[in-house]
């Protein structure tokens, strides 16, 4: 449904900007039981959604309470956590915006690499808040919840090893992946500074400029020429000299220097020919008999950007003059930047290269703050962890605090230094014309009228009864329906008009309405079904953080089955490779017939458009061994797993399902009518599941319906 299609009442000021097309909102609520979520309260004008008749959905009528799923989790990090941009700089995430490009990973060949990627979705929370300490220095302060990568994989910042926080996460000595985040700034590079920028003036024209003396006698007289010239491609460090310059009340004049040709740039100068500009000049560029942090670092930065080379995390400074190269080596030393001085070359020239990989090089940079991005740029290089990023603490900051989170391309950022998830975006709430990516799990739409709707659209003479299926968006038991309670209101309209219905779930909430249902079983056919996708504790929580536990909802569906209903388990999606190995299925069943369950309905993988984009990145993080596998079963833009995977997969399931009693309806319905289907009217192996995991690391797609 359409925000167009709602009728509502007075607007809400909290409304969000894609709200404002509506008529108004009921009010926008917050909760501290739901620290970072906010409920629209909305006025619905329909209740009943009926599903075109060209869809692939095996029913006809829908009833959706809410818009968004609580289920989710929240991954966030703190205002002030760098960001590496794809310039090679550092900005706060607080600071980047929609559309800007940082740098995110991406495996290629044996290795990840860094690669390009932009911002998609960005937003704010509160969490509380919790400090990880890495034996480098680096610190990051994130929500529990959110995921770094380590030499084991991704690992949550808090979790346990049993119960329902049981998940991978932060153990002391887990190493994470990156190069850290050392070394403060000795300067602000746009600020005035006068060491730094006379270290700056010192390495650039040192390294790249040219001075200028001569005396020329001709018959009548001697004159004296002075001139300062120089010349560069890049005009971002030839801008910060003319700038620097100007601070020192040197006046330069720009000129085209030469032309661009097939191998080179167009290249400027900027030059002056007054002797006091000149003698200005040389004497900024003296070097100091006592030089500080900001002297150095300006010098490191200067003569980078006149003669440093960086390429696949390598950074060398070359030159000829000894007391240059003397300056080059005396300033790492003085930051304790690992260099080594390499062999003359045939031309006299000789390289400082920078040791120590990665780390160290982003460390020269953060130290000195170069103006030529293009010598920053990291794209391609291959991350190979050379710092010491063992945890060393996880602490528990006591206190919620502002946090954000970002979606990118690559479904990854580099924060601090170190590779971060993010939050995948997921289509839903585009379709409300909402958020894409936090939005769903923060901004829950609530028909609060839904059920008053609902029992005067069943009265109406045109109402066949046909059954009406609930879940098919999203989960009406999610968390938020402890707080609004729609459900009780929506079973007894549905009961009193004589509406046979069903419920598919994950959630466990389900048990309070139990009696409620078993009364309205008396009078209507009434089908359970529980979705129970996987049963292996650390790949659930990867593939749907923040839904009840396989134990939980096997609980519910004992408790339902005590309560007298014959309970379906949606064991769907099957994912190849990771829960279609017999072992894995008959342990699913085992567990399944022991909660009392009368009937499994099973499918395989499905992909539709917009959900495999983002399965495929959630793959290529947590088992990109499997990648390769799963573009030979989904190439290009299918979306079912072929015929043939789908019989072998029959060939493992059915036999196993007859053993354990739970074939039920097993026989393949998908060529029966949708009223020849009865209970749930839901197809077996022909259901088209679609993969809808929250939005960090995730698969996301919220299509006509969430079938598991």
Known sequence: MRWQGQELGVADAEALPGLERLNGLVRSVTTPEFAGVTFHEVMCKSALNHVPGASAMPFDWTVNPYRGCTHACSYCVSPDTLVMTAEGRHRPISELNVGDEIIGTEPQGAYRRYTKTRVSAKW????????VTLADGTELVASGDHRFLTDRGWKHVTGSMSGQTRRPYLTMNLRL?????????????????????????????????????????????????????????????????????????VVTNTRPFAGATTTRRVITAIHTARREDVACIEGLIETPAARSDSWHAGFLAGIFDAEGSHSRGVLRISNKDPHVLRLVTDALEWYSIPHVSEPPRPNGVVAVRVRGGIPSTQRFFRISQPAITRKLDMTGTAIKTVADLRVVSVEDLGTEIDM????????????????????FARGTHEYLDLDAGHDFDSQIVVKINVADVLTKELRRGSWQHDAVMLGTNTDPYQRAEGRYRLMPGIVSALTESGTPFSILTKGTLLRRDLPLLQDAAASVHVSLAMSIAVFDDDLQHSVEPGTPSATARLETVRAATEAGFRVTVFLMPILPHLTDAIPAIDHALTRIKEAGASRVVYGALHLRPGAKQWFMQWLQ??????????????????????????????????????????????????SRPRSAVPGLALRSAAVPATVVTTSRGRAAAEDEARLF
């Not at 704010?124 to 400090?131: E, N, P, Q, S």
């Not at 950022?413 to 939050?423: L, P, R, T, Y």
């Open 404 to 423: 954000v989170d970002i979606t990118t391309g690559t479904g990854d950022f580099i924060a601090n230094g170190v590779i971060s998830h993010n939050c």
């Open 177 to 249: 992946q990156g190069f850290g985040l050392t070394g403060t700034p000795a300067s602000d590079a746009d600020s005035v500074d006068p060491a730094y920028r006379r270290g700056y003036l010192a390495g650039m024209i040192r390294g790249d400029g040219m001075l200028f003396h001569r005396d020329y006698t001709d018959e009548r007289r001697t004159r004296s020429i002075h001139r300062f010239r120089l010349a560069l491609a890049d005009t971002a460090a030839l801008d910060r000299t003319r700038a620097f310059l100007t601070d020192e009340g």
């Open 124 to 131: 704010w929370t509160r969490k509380r808040a919790y400090r």
């Open 621 to 670: 993080r947590e088992h990109p061994e499997l990648v390769s596998s799963y573009l030979g079963l989904y190439p290009g833009v299918s979306a079912n797993a072929p015929k043939a995977y789908r019989s072998w997969l029959a060939k493992r399931v059915r036999p196993l399902l007859r053993v354990h009693r739970l074939d039920g309806h097993a026989e393949d319905d998908s």
